[in-house]
């Protein structure tokens, strides 16, 4: 069975500093992997997802996250925080194609960035 | 841009009734989805569904819960006789088509469901 983990339940920076949310992910197989953001009182906003190919992968609002297939992991990363960046995000992964006929997601259970100005 | 939409936003019953969640998902998508969150837990796949049946399901999603898509745009989740666990947030979420790999699911703002 797939698991995924974000270590950190909360991660603080300041506006205008790199940012990383870490992600590792545990899949038979090769992973498909995802970053979902959460607003509050909103639904989850897909960010990114890592299918093939390249190991960095660019998304919305200049989110990129990294590959590391030796590490496991899927750090999502961003080169200068915005205090609008301040929200909850979600990594996830699917498995490979089981041939039930859908892609369901596991995700980790979040991590709480806040943006400080 | 087209998104997914859910009502109501927030749903309270009492223990053992039934309650119905609905979805309006993206028009040109064909797999629907439903997952839930309770509080301060993950978020959990409960069900996929495609050409009118069920894909998968998890353990959680037993005999008390069903999935319909009554017509070309609702996809519905019922809770036959809701339980104190089954408060949680309703996620339904679709995408578009399998090709070589996962197409992104889409999600909607999610129902609140408190059981009391």
């Known amino acids: 069975a797939q698991s995924v983990a974000q270590p950190e339940d909360q991660v603080n920076v300041a506006e205008g500093n790199p940012l990383t949310v870490k992600c590792t992910y545990s899949v038979s197989g090769n992973p498909y992997l995802f970053w979902y953001v959460q607003y509050p009182n909103r639904g989850l906003q897909f960010l990114l997802k890592y299918i093939t190919g390249d190991n960095l992968v660019k998304g919305s609002y200049g989110f990129e996250a990294e590959f590391n297939k030796s590490q496991t992991s899927f750090h999502l990363k961003k080169p200068s925080a915005l205090v609008s960046d301040s929200a909850l995000y979600f990594c996830?992964?699917?498995?490979?194609?089981?041939?039930?006929?859908?892609?369901?997601?596991?995700f980790g259970k979040g991590t709480k960035l806040s943006v400080i100005p | 841009e087209p998104e997914v939409t859910q009502t109501p936003s927030h749903q309270v019953t009492q223990m053992g009734q039934e309650v119905i969640l609905r979805c309006v998902p993206i028009?040109?998508?064909?797999?629907f989805y439903w997952y839930r969150q309770i509080l301060g837990q993950k978020v959990e796949f409960l069900v996929s569904f495609y050409n009118n049946e069920i894909s998968e399901k998890s353990e959680i999603f037993d005999d008390q819960f069903s999935v319909e898509r009554p017509d070309g745009s609702n996809f519905t989740l019922k809770i036959r006789s809701t339980k104190l666990e089954d408060s949680a947030m309703y996620f339904c979420a679709s995408s578009e088509a399998i090709h070589r790999g996962p197409d992104t699911q889409y999600f909607g703002p999610g129902t609140r469901l408190t059981v009391l």
């Open positions: 028009s040109n998508h064909l797999y």
């Open positions: 996830a992964v699917s498995p490979q194609y089981s041939g039930a006929g859908s892609y369901q997601l596991t």
